[in-house]
């Protein structure tokens, strides 16, 4: 496990274990801030996809994500991974209808491709890592989700276009990461920084999308 990945390990189980399957458990704002989230990310399925198309939900956390799906009654083959083992064994326990694996994302491989991949929170908070270290963190763990999508996968990040930062989140410029993207990874990009936590969420597709 690189020290990045054991630094967030750390850091969330020990929210889990004081708060619980709670936004403050996953150390995330307001819970409607959550649900706003939620959507950017299922905004990376395609309207036009024969449903039910499959998604891992990369740092699912206790699977609130999984939740959300439920209530909206989406039809979607759900599988949740998160490196904290706590959040893990809860989820297993308590959620139904979808699986929830127990793995460091960078080390996992699977069978089959999943047809789109989210990571919401996973890069939005970089504690005291230092911004080189969490700059090649970013670029090593968007070619690993990337590379085991068929469809999409999207993120989020936060945004360096505020007038206020906190030391401990990880700000990118919106800009110079999606030219990142564009040279690296694929030129079909849509990027949503038109919402109101400071953040942006990219969204990476194989191919043309229409
Ligand atoms: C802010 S929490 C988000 C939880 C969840 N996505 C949600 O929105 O409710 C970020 C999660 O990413 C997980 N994580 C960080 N790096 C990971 C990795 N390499 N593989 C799997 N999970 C990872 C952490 O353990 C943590 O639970």
Redesign the pocket.
């Known amino acids: 496990m690189d020290d990045v990945?054991r630094t967030?390990?750390e850091h969330?189980?020990g929210t889990f274990q004081q708060y619980g399957p709670t936004s403050k458990g996953?150390?995330?704002g307001r819970t409607a801030d959550?649900e706003l989230?939620?959507e950017k990310m299922l905004n990376v399925v395609l309207r036009d996809t024969a449903q039910p198309v499959s998604l891992l939900?990369?740092?699912?956390?206790?699977g609130?994500?999984w939740q959300y799906i439920s209530e909206q009654k989406l039809q979607l083959n759900y599988t949740g991974?998160?490196?904290?083992e706590n959040?893990i064994g809860w989820a297993k326990e308590n959620q139904r209808g979808a699986e929830f694996l127990h793995?460091?994302?960078?080390s996992y491989q699977a069978q089959k491709p999943f047809d789109y991949i989210v990571?919401?929170?996973?890069l939005?908070?970089k504690l005291d890592v230092s911004i080189e270290a969490m700059n090649l963190f970013t670029q090593k763990?968007v070619k690993a989700i990337f590379n085991q999508c068929r469809v999409g996968i999207a993120f989020n990040i936060m945004t360096t276009k505020v007038n206020f930062m906190v030391p401990n989140l990880y700000y990118r410029n919106p800009a110079e990461f999606m030219a990142w993207c564009m040279a690296e990874i694929t030129p079909w990009v849509k990027i949503d920084h038109a919402y109101g936590l400071y953040e942006y969420t990219t969204y990476l597709y194989k191919a043309d999308v229409g």
């Open positions: 990945t967030l390990k969330y189980s996953v150390d995330w959550l989230r939620y939900d990369v740092g699912c956390g206790y609130g994500l991974i998160d490196v904290c959040m793995g460091d994302m960078l990571a919401n929170g996973v939005t908070q763990f």
